[in-house]
């Protein structure tokens, strides 16, 4: 399976393909400084494929790369997030962290 990520700014999303097909995206919403992940949907067809999983690690990458902090109203970016504390954790700020229930988590 050859998947790419992209960002999709005429939709608000980072979308993953397989090839030509969508098999997942991220909706969200972008201020100044800002990236507020809303929703991750995988297509039933790529379930289980991990598509998920690499579509956040990319769009957190890219926030990371941007400078955005990061909102993860998303319960999965929050779960990628929360497992990789180390990397991640520092996207979101300190002052935001226990509305998404990420203050016990150290990085």
């Given at each position: 399976?050859?998947a790419?990520?992209r960002?999709?700014p005429?939709k608000?999303r980072?979308?993953?393909?397989?090839?030509?097909?969508?098999?997942a995206f991220?909706?969200y919403?972008l201020?100044?400084?800002?990236?507020?992940f809303?929703?991750t949907?995988?297509d039933?067809a790529?379930?289980?494929?991990g598509?998920?999983r690499?579509?956040?690690?990319?769009?957190?990458?890219?926030?990371r790369?941007?400078?955005?902090?990061?909102?993860?109203?998303?319960?999965?970016?929050?779960?990628v997030?929360?497992?990789?504390?180390?990397?991640y954790?520092d996207l979101?700020?300190?002052?935001?962290?226990?509305?998404?229930?990420?203050?016990?988590?150290?990085?």
């Open positions: 399976m050859t790419a990520v960002d999709n005429a608000n980072y979308e993953i393909y397989d090839g030509e097909q969508l098999a991220s909706a919403k201020t100044r400084d800002t990236i507020a809303i929703h949907e995988v039933p790529f379930g289980g494929c598509l998920g690499q579509l956040v690690v990319a769009e957190l990458d890219d926030a790369r941007r400078g955005l902090a990061v909102l993860p109203f998303c319960p999965y970016v929050r779960k997030i929360a497992q990789n504390a180390h990397t954790l979101v700020r300190h002052e935001q962290r226990d509305r998404f229930g990420l203050t016990q988590i150290t990085g």
